[in-house]
């Protein structure tokens, strides 16, 4: 009975030691999405110069190793980003324009313009982030993109694979703000 008990407690050590802790943040290595079970595929600190900015994390349904697939796969999907210091509603929108410019080939931007424009405008509408503030950026089949602040969801549902695919290529595309950042999301540091 004592070695049963030690095998639960034993398990439970292990198993919990799986959550990813950076910056002083813990990260679940599993969460749920409606009834759908997503696993923590990897996750790293953005930095922009010299600061720390927010602690990243990337929730897919199985673990993937590559940008490319993680980009082709179905099923919901998480970026989590739990800040580690104050962004203004303008900070947030220049960094997601910029990479969204240096990921997004001319003629799939203008074709997504219309989702673009309403992410820019929602991120406006939360005015600013505070460190501490948890934003999960949401994809669900054949429902679209949901921001949620702080566990609130905000504003409409973004729809489109497409436009979250596009988002994500902010992390994880051929231009990324912080590639050490896409190599950790993807699982290779």
Same mark, same amino acid.
């Given at each position: 009975m004592r070695s049963r008990a030690l095998a639960v407690l034993s398990f439970g050590v292990v198993f919990g030691a799986q959550a990813a802790e950076l910056a002083g943040v813990r990260l679940d290595d599993e969460i749920r999405i409606g009834e759908e079970r997503l696993v923590l595929n990897g996750a790293g600190v953005r930095k922009r110069l010299f600061f720390s900015v927010?602690?990243?994390?990337?929730?897919?349904?199985?673990?993937?190793?590559?940008?490319?697939?993680?980009?082709?796969?179905?099923?919901?999907?998480?970026?989590?980003?739990?800040?580690?210091?104050?962004?203004?509603?303008? $900070?947030?929108?220049?960094?997601?324009?910029?990479?969204?410019?240096?990921?997004?080939?001319?003629?799939?931007?203008?074709?997504? $313009?219309? $989702?673009?424009?309403?992410?820019?405008?929602?991120?406006?509408?939360?005015?600013?982030?505070?460190?501490?503030?948890?934003?999960?950026?949401?994809?669900?089949?054949?429902?679209?993109t949901q921001l949620i602040l702080n566990g609130v969801p905000r504003g409409k549902v973004i729809e489109g694979e497409d436009f979250y695919r596009a988002l994500l290529r902010n992390w994880l595309g051929p231009n990324p703000a912080d590639a050490d950042l896409k190599n950790a999301l993807i699982g290779a540091q």
């Amino acid at each position: 009975m004592r070695s049963r008990a030690l095998a639960v407690l034993s398990f439970g050590v292990v198993f919990g030691a799986q959550a990813a802790e950076l910056a002083g943040v813990r990260l679940d290595d599993e969460i749920r999405i409606g009834e759908e079970r997503l696993v923590l595929n990897g996750a790293g600190v953005r930095k922009r110069l010299f600061f720390s900015v927010n602690v990243v994390g990337l929730y897919l349904p199985e673990p993937k190793r590559s940008a490319e697939d993680i980009l082709a796969a179905p099923g919901s999907k998480r970026v989590t980003l739990v800040m580690l210091r104050d962004v203004s509603a303008d $900070q947030f929108v220049d960094a997601f324009h910029a990479a969204l410019e240096a990921n997004t080939p001319g003629e799939e931007s203008k074709r997504l $313009q219309p $989702q673009i424009t309403a992410f820019e405008a929602l991120l406006r509408e939360v005015k600013e982030v505070k460190k501490g503030d948890v934003v999960h950026l949401d994809y669900r089949p054949n429902t679209g993109t949901q921001l949620i602040l702080n566990g609130v969801p905000r504003g409409k549902v973004i729809e489109g694979e497409d436009f979250y695919r596009a988002l994500l290529r902010n992390w994880l595309g051929p231009n990324p703000a912080d590639a050490d950042l896409k190599n950790a999301l993807i699982g290779a540091q």
